[in-house]
Structure formats: C-alpha cells, structure tokens
C-alpha cells in the first residue's frame, strides 16, 4: 500500500509547479542539459532591479572592511614578501544578520508581487531568519521548516537559537527531529496553504546573491584600485558560491579566482540520528558542500539554480578547531564577533593569504551574526556535552565527530585541498546516472557538462570514456 | 491563566506530533534514524483547556489549525553562551603580542 509520503511525493510536480511560480519544463532541453541562463533571467529582473528591491528591503549594502591586523599576524609567520592583504564583507550588518537576507528579499518580492499570501521555507539556517524578517516587512505570511533535534529531543544550540530568531520575526516554526522526510512535509503544508516556496536553490534566490559579488567588486576597485585577486566563499548547497560569481563577472572581475570552503565534517553522515549532534557546524560544511556541487539538482526544485562547480577555481577544507581559533581571533584582533559558520572562509582565507604575495588581495565575502546558541563557547560548550574531545593542538589531527583540535599557534591553520577533479567525475557520474539507461549524451550535452563543471568538452569526453571502463 | 501542568484557551503553547511512524518512514535512512519516529515540535494559542500530555488543538502564527500533544505552556529558549572554552582564553592575548612584536621588527628594520 503506498504511504502517505508516497502519496504525496507522487503529486511533488504538480505542487512545486504551483508554489514555485514559474514552470521549470520549459528549460529542459534533453535527459542531461537544460537552460541555465534562461533559468537564471526567466524572472525578467536586471541586476539594477535587485539592487533597487533589495534597497526598499533593506538589504545590501554592507560594510567592507580591511582586516590589517589579521594581515599582519600572517605576515609574521609567512615567507619574506608574502601574505596578502585580507578584507572581509560585514555581511552581518544585513537586518536578519547574514548574506541571506539577498536571497530572501527576492522570493518575497516575487510572493508579494504574484499575490501569494505567504511563503514556506525548509531551512535550519540563517536563511530562516532572513525569510521570516523579510516576510515581516512585507506583510506576508510565514513557516519556517527546521530539522532541530535527534530523538532524545537534544537540539544543536545554534539551530534552537535559530528557532527563536524565526519565532521573533513571528514566523510559524516547525522543530523536526532528523530525516530526509522533511521535504515531504513541506510539500504537505505547501498543497494545505498555497504559499510560495522559498527555496533556498530558486533563481530569485541565486539572482539575490549576484549583488554580493558585484558590490565587493566595485567597493574594492574603490579601494584598492582593482578588483580582488581571490574571494574566499563559504561554500554549502551552492548559491554563495555560484551567486557572488556571477556578480564579480558581471562586474567585469573576470580575473578574480574564486575559492569555495567547507568545514570538513567527512565520516559523519547527514541522514544519521546519533552523528547529528556530533557536529559543531550545522552549515557550510562538506556534508552539503561536496554532495550539493557534485549533484546540483538533488535540490526542492526540478533544476537548481545553484551550481557552485561552474565557479569554483578552488576547493579548499579546514577543520573545526581552526575555525573556532579564527573567531576567536577576529573577535580579539579586529573587533569582529561574528558567526562561526560564516569564518568557515576567513580560516581558509588566513591559509590562502600566507601562500600568496603581499600585493595580493583576498577578500572574505561574508560574515554571520552570533549570540547565545550560535557563539563558538556555546558550541564547544556542547561538543563537549555530546562526549567529543575538546583539546589544543595540531589540527591535522582531527577526526570530524571524535575530537575538535584547538591550534595553538596560527602556523597551524592550513586548508587542504579538495580536487576539482575529482569533483567533476563524481559530477559527470551523476548526471549520466540521472539519465534513462543507455541514453547517449549529445554535443550540446557534452557542452552543458563542460560548462557545469568549468572544464571542456575534452576533460568531459575523457571521463564519460572512463566512466564506462568502469 | 497559565500553569507549569497545563494551559488555558488563548495560552500561547507548544505541542509535539508523530508525523511518521518507524514503519512509514523513508526506505534509504540509515538504520538509527529509520528506528525512530519522525517528530515534530510546533507552537501557537491553544483553542480549549489542557493538561501537559493531552491532546490539544492550536491556531499558529499563519491561522493554520494543528493538534498535538501539549508538551509546554509559554515556552521559551534557554540557549546560552556559557564559559569561555580554556583552549581559546588566551588567543587574544597570545595574537596581539604576535603582532606588536612583528611591526617593531619591521620598524626596526625599516630604521636600519
């Protein structure tokens, strides 16, 4: 007998065609490639018309600062006439206190103007609060749908804290214990109340993030008197990534090399009801970071706008430890208390720096709020409750859910790279997994995959070959 | 009025719900998820009197209708900061002398 989640997941086309506001059919062009950039301008909304909307919103237009002491601390330690000079975008400024209030001013602006009387969001992240704050302002109704707790109940203190920030914007608020499951019941509450989904992957979203790229683009031509040579993006389902790239190109920053990072949670599985709590990092980690740019379109939409391996020149990972030691940093040497999820790209960033000459310029594209749950203290506080070994050391040695290893000196902090090749295989794999048996791409795939991934039609042409050696 | 065993109409409440049973949950899980129920944990005004562990109906923020067994009345959120983790008290203090040190050398050297 089909099960209720069965029932619903069979009519999942018809009601994400509805919530959406837009029919992603029209895109698809075979079983492997479809229009990205008719997805991404389908809305109509040049980026002057973002900028202007999510100025009425509030949003946008934060702070970039550079971080002189930070760029001095790297230079202490780095080779003679190395460590570039580091800024970050105070993306905290923003109202809901991160960059996704970009991504959620779009989706509202759309709900409010398609006539939609509210908007439905599967997040446990600051996503939640930049959707619920911005529903607020524009009258709308809101739910915010998390995955809070395990089965004892136990809740990681920065989702409970991200709970309450949703409840403060007098979003409803849904605490879900662990499981894939929850997409179903969103699609549930989507058919019951005929909201729009706020999809974290929709191109209004995406389109949002493009200013990101292109104000800290221009703010630093301003500055420096050229665009960055790297920007540093912490990197999960994509749309950091793929949004602030897309504004630097459109800024004319084709230069710049963009350089994703993830906090390393390898080992622990995403899906698993005791590993859930065994991690400090509820976002910006590999466990979305790696699955999200390999497969896009596992997303709540039929085509992820998000396609974080088209921009990436570089994937860079660090540990846990080394993103606590940064925050801590930034908060005793700048002046910055801010968020460890969003310093997942200033520890990589502080790496990067000290490989790369002194005239170069890395910047961190974003920073997050902190408080009560959120703090790194709360989230050592409770690693250490959940019987993970908090310890000072040589980060090298961590082991994602069996220990956090403090640095003790800045030397310590070094990302590793994750190989792009290896990411485009694994992509490349996919999408001919997601195709009818024996479908045999195109040129116009082998194109499409090319460009997915940042390659050529060669590298994609040598891994299919590969592929099916087997 | 309000009381730590249960809530009175208008209470602003919180109420927990069994969305799927073990058996009814997806087939791909690993198998400590799959062995347990998928819960969900939700809040609004009750709609009639209730004791703590009753069945109780609640409007929610959206107007939506919802029952559920009452679990609190008036909750709230105890997440806090709590104390410093020893591992990190004495970056602060430890960088900045870091950093004193290597602009004194430069101006050193820049003297030279």
């Known amino acids: 007998m089909p099960s209720k989640t069965d029932a619903i997941m069979a009519r999942r086309g018809e009601i994400m065609k509805r919530a959406l506001g837009m029919d992603y059919a029209e895109f698809e062009e075979s079983p492997i490639a479809f229009d990205y950039e008719g997805l991404m301008t389908a809305h109509g909304y040049s980026l002057q018309d973002i900028i202007r909307i999510q100025r009425s919103a509030g949003v946008g237009q934060t702070p970039l600062l550079e971080l002189r002491n930070l760029t001095d601390l790297v230079r202490s330690y780095a080779e003679p006439g190395m460590g570039a000079r580091i800024f970050v975008k105070d993306e905290a400024a923003n109202m809901a206190g991160s960059f996704k209030d970009r991504r959620a001013s779009i989706s509202i602006h759309v709900a409010k103007q398609k006539g939609y009387a509210g908007v439905i969001a599967a997040t446990s992240g600051n996503y939640g609060a930049a959707v619920s704050s911005q529903a607020a302002r524009a009258g709308l109704a809101c739910i915010i749908v998390q995955e809070a707790f395990d089965s004892r109940h136990v809740g990681q203190p920065e989702i409970i804290e991200k709970s309450r920030i949703c409840e403060a914007f007098g979003a409803e608020v849904l605490q879900l214990t662990v499981g894939p499951e929850l997409f179903s019941h969103m699609l549930e509450l989507l058919d019951e109340t005929g909201y729009l989904a706020a999809s974290l992957y929709s191109a209004f979203g995406v389109s949002g993030i493009e200013t990101l790229g292109y104000e800290l683009a221009e703010e630093m031509t301003a500055l420096t008197g050229a665009p960055p040579t790297h920007v540093v993006v912490t990197h999960a389902g994509g749309g950091n990534t793929t949004g602030t790239a897309r504004g630097l190109k459109r800024a004319g920053a084709t230069a710049t090399q963009i350089v994703s990072a993830s906090v390393d949670l390898s080992g622990l599985h995403m899906a698993s009801d005791t590993d859930f709590n065994r991690k400090s990092f509820t976002t910006g980690h590999t466990g979305f970071g790696v699955p999200f740019a390999t497969w896009p379109d596992r997303a709540d939409v039929p085509r992820n706008a998000a396609r974080a391996l088209r921009y990436m020149d570089r994937y860079l990972t660090v540990s846990q430890g080394e993103v606590f030691y940064v925050t801590e940093a930034m908060s005793k040497l700048e002046g910055l208390e801010r968020g460890p999820s969003g310093n997942t790209a200033m520890a990589a960033a502080l790496s990067l720096a000290r490989e790369l000459p002194a005239d170069a310029t890395v910047v961190v594209q974003e920073t997050e709020y902190t408080g009560a749950g959120k703090h790194h203290w709360a989230q050592l506080n409770f690693a250490r409750e959940q019987g993970i070994e908090v310890r000072a050391g040589d980060p090298a040695e961590s082991v994602p859910g069996q220990n956090i290893i403090i640095p003790e000196r800045p030397e310590q902090i070094r990302a590793k790279d994750f190989p792009l090749a290896k990411m485009r295989r694994s992509y490349v794999r996919n999408a001919l997994a997601h195709a009818p048996e024996g479908y045999a791409p195109t040129d116009a795939d082998i194109e499409f995959l090319a460009a997915d991934t940042n390659s050529d039609a060669e590298t994609v042409e040598r891994i299919i070959a590969e592929l099916a050696e087997g | ?112």
């Open chain 2, 1 to 112: 009025m309000a009381s730590s065993d249960g809530c009175r109409t208008g209470d602003w409440v919180e109420i927990e719900r069994v969305l799927l049973e073990p058996a009814e949950r997806s087939s791909n899980l690993p198998e400590d998820t799959a062995a347990q129920p998928l819960r969900v944990w939700l809040k609004g005004f009750a709609r009639g009197d209730a004791r703590i562990g009753d069945e109780v109906d609640i409007e929610t923020m959206t107007g939506r209708v919802v029952r559920g067994v009452l679990t609190d009345v008036n909750p709230g959120y105890t997440h806090t900061f709590g104390r410093p983790a020893p591992e990190l008290t004495a970056v602060g203090r430890d960088l900045r002398a870091r950093i004193d040190a290597y602009r004194a050398d430069a101006d050193a050297k820049a003297g030279e």
